[in-house]
């Protein structure tokens, strides 16, 4: 049997349903998973052990056996703990068949056969009684059901279900109890990720200023969280305006309910400003006492050198639905809403008798604008990003005369508007979508240019002479930015776009950007390398059986893949010197043949190999350019500073991946490169030598 898999088309700048083997989503959801990055948190485990035996512990001394219910069982780990802790049986319930068939095997490898039960279902399905899937009720609980935001794996309607059909009243559960923490902060730079800032542009007959449409500037955005590695923002990007305060608990060891529901926590702020986020985290408690305690308190707030570096749980960031401007000691309300699976924020000010009303469950946002559906938050980051303007705004300067007829090619791009102020005679642009078209019409009638730049809403192959009025393009332009692209080389789809109109250019057409390359460096992460190594052992228990999985999964395809990362999140110091690996002039169509280099890349600084980092540049015009990647290599140790609002491409090293111990030090990595021309994809291979 096959199955349809969601692939971006780097040639059409679409998604398409591609029919692969049907164990390429099994293979594809274990390969990206988190579940070594767990498996290496040290800190998780073992508090998750401590919990454990005190939970069997407490259970013992009653005079009862210790019967376990361990939901999301994943490789079977907890499920160990509390079968070596003394538990008399353990209900291991895990609803991913191939992660449900790594935990027997795991299970009988070190031994818990007869003391283990791998339950292959939802919890929702398990029965309890004589002929059911467990005997009887457990009295213990032990669930790893969390992400993030805390609920946004379903952890409440699971664990509701389970006080209600498969533990005793008055279990014990661990953890016992999640809290989930808030901070009110002003930050210019995270509030860039959700609004448009007014973008100023000067032009021959002065200042002009494109703003946004109010329906923009007033939309709630999405309601999706904004979950990033927080420890990575430096304190000098957002001003705390209130101290940290606890939002709610939820107590894991009695009745929970999901149902949605409100918080209200008061809040006086320590400093005037504008309240524009909400950071928030959690932490758990692996006993009733609150003695062990997991948190993801960032730096700020947990003040200690030992942290653990995690990244299948980090912090969130909430977009408040208006900036609001607060004063130092005032009285304010901080409201949280939530449904099963996540959470939302509003600020109220208090007005004396409305202060004793009834909390009213506010509604999830949606938004309305559009905006928020076609932009993601980096690229509200990108567009918001000053310097990066300046440089279009001084290439496009370069290059437009009077009468220049320009045609844009991105995905709601901001170039048209740019170019219309520049100076050209007459400015199209080309929208993929319904989205991007509706985004680009509210931005022009806000800035009234509705009659001055034309939106054309076809495919690129499908562009006639009509709809550019039988004109033909002196200037072609892109960013290029497109909503379908993942690995930085997706954008490559302007040059199959600039292809697919060459019979609407003129003769002497001017394209921007004109070229673009492919660069690449070696480097050494800090923690990121965890995601993809394996663990072998995790709290004595041989979990190889996971490793083998995941590297098979990897595996899967003939060769392996580059994967997107946001690396300005992940630190990590280069070992070679950046290199230019391929061109791509866009002056020219997309060649029939495909584009290959071969090389090798000498390492200049001591460290482990763990990976290839690519990324591109863009050469708008002479001496200007623009990179997706690496922005600086900040001191002689070679730590990285990285473009912030875009991902790079990663490519992890066997040696990661399989765990190799290296005796010596490699001295320099060779590479091979492809770019397929029919297919927008690059296939990559490196050696250590």
């Not at 409201?335 to 004396?352: N, P, V």
Request: proline share 4%; with cysteine.
């Amino acid at each position: 049997m096959k199955t349809f898999c969601g692939r971006a088309n780097p040639t059409t700048g679409a998604m398409e349903w591609l029919e692969e083997d049907e164990n390429y989503d099994y293979h594809q959801e274990i390969a990206r998973s988190r579940y070594a990055d767990m498996l290496h948190d040290k800190d998780r485990n073992e508090k998750y052990y401590q919990g454990i035996r005190a939970a069997v512990s407490r259970v013992k001394e009653r005079g009862e056996k210790a019967i376990v219910l361990d939901i999301g069982t994943g490789t079977g780990l907890l499920s160990m703990m509390a079968a070596s802790a003394g538990a008399d049986f353990c209900y291991a319930v895990e609803v991913f068949k191939p992660m449900a068939n790594a935990a027997v095997k795991i299970v009988e490898k070190n031994g818990f056969h007869d003391k283990i039960k791998v339950i292959n279902k939802h919890s929702t399905e398990v029965t309890v009684g004589p002929d059911g899937d467990m005997q009887c009720r457990a009295n213990i609980l032990v669930t790893e059901l969390f992400d993030t935001e805390l609920i946004g794996e379903g952890a409440l309607p699971t664990y509701e279900h389970a006080h209600k059909y498969l533990v005793q009243e008055g279990c014990e559960a661990v953890p016992h109890r999640a809290t989930v923490y808030v901070q009110l902060v002003e930050s210019r730079r995270m509030w860039a990720w959700n609004k448009l800032f007014p973008v100023h542009v000067e032009a021959e007959d002065g200042e002009k200023i494109i703003v946004s449409p109010s329906e923009m500037e007033n939309c709630p955005g999405v309601p999706s969280v904004c979950d990033i590695q927080l420890n990575q923002m430096p304190s000098s990007d957002f001003t705390v305006l209130s101290d940290v305060v606890t939002m709610f608990s939820v107590d894991f060891s009695k009745p929970v309910r999901s149902a949605s529901t409100c918080y209200r926590v008061q809040l006086e702020p320590i400093k005037s400003g504008k309240a524009q986020i909400v950071l928030s985290w959690w932490d758990i408690d692996m006993d009733p006492s609150g003695m062990i305690n997991c948190t993801m308190a960032p730096y700020w707030v947990k003040h200690t050198s030992t942290f653990q570096w995690r990244d299948h749980w980090m912090q969130c960031v909430y977009f408040l639905p208006n900036e609001e401007p607060v004063l130092q000691g005032e009285k304010l309300y901080l409201i949280a809403s939530r449904d099963e699976y996540s959470l939302w924020y509003k600020l109220q000010k208090a007005r004396g008798e409305e202060e004793s009303k009834a909390d009213v469950l506010l509604e999830s946002p949606v938004c309305r604008c559009q905006a928020h559906l076609l932009w993601n938050r980096p690229r509200f980051g990108q567009l918001n990003d000053k310097n990066r303007t300046m440089q279009y705004i001084k290439s496009l300067t370069k290059v437009l005369k009077t009468d220049s007829v320009c045609l844009c090619i991105s995905d709601g791009s901001l170039l048209p508007v740019l170019a219309h102020y520049l100076g050209a005679k007459q400015v199209f642009t080309l929208e993929n979508s319904a989205v991007s078209c509706s985004v680009m019409e509210k931005f022009l009638k806000a800035n009234h240019l509705e009659d001055k730049i034309k939106i054309i809403e076809a495919r690129p192959e499908l562009l006639t002479s009509s709809h550019l009025e039988d004109k033909k393009i002196s200037v072609l332009v892109g960013e290029p930015f497109f909503t379908t692209s993942l690995l930085p080389w997706h954008n490559l789809y302007f040059w199959y776009a600039r292809t697919a109109v060459t019979g609407h250019l003129t003769s002497g057409v001017t394209i921007l950007p004109q070229s673009a390359s492919l660069h690449m460096m070696i480097v050494e992460f800090q923690d990121l390398w965890r995601i993809r190594s394996p663990c072998g052992t995790c709290e004595g228990f041989d979990v190889q059986t996971m490793d083998d999985m995941i590297n098979i999964s990897l595996n899967f395809r003939e060769s392996k893949e580059a994967e997107p990362h946001p690396l300005w999140e992940y630190p990590c110091k280069s070992l070679s010197d950046p290199q230019e690996v391929l061109t791509f002039d866009f002056r020219k169509t997309v060649p029939q043949h495909c584009l290959s280099t071969k090389g090798s890349v000498n390492l200049l600084r001591k460290g482990k190999s763990h990976g290839a980092v690519l990324w591109m540049e863009y050469y708008l015009a002479a001496d200007i350019s623009v990179s997706t990647g690496l922005v600086q290599i900040s001191n002689e140790k070679g730590n990285c500073e990285w473009n912030p609002h875009c991902k790079q491409a990663v490519y992890f090293f066997s040696s990661v991946i399989e765990s190799e111990t290296l005796s010596d030090l490699p001295s320099a990595v060779t590479y091979a490169i492809n770019f397929d021309t029919k297919t927008g994809e690059i296939a990559m291979d490196f050696k250590l030598l």
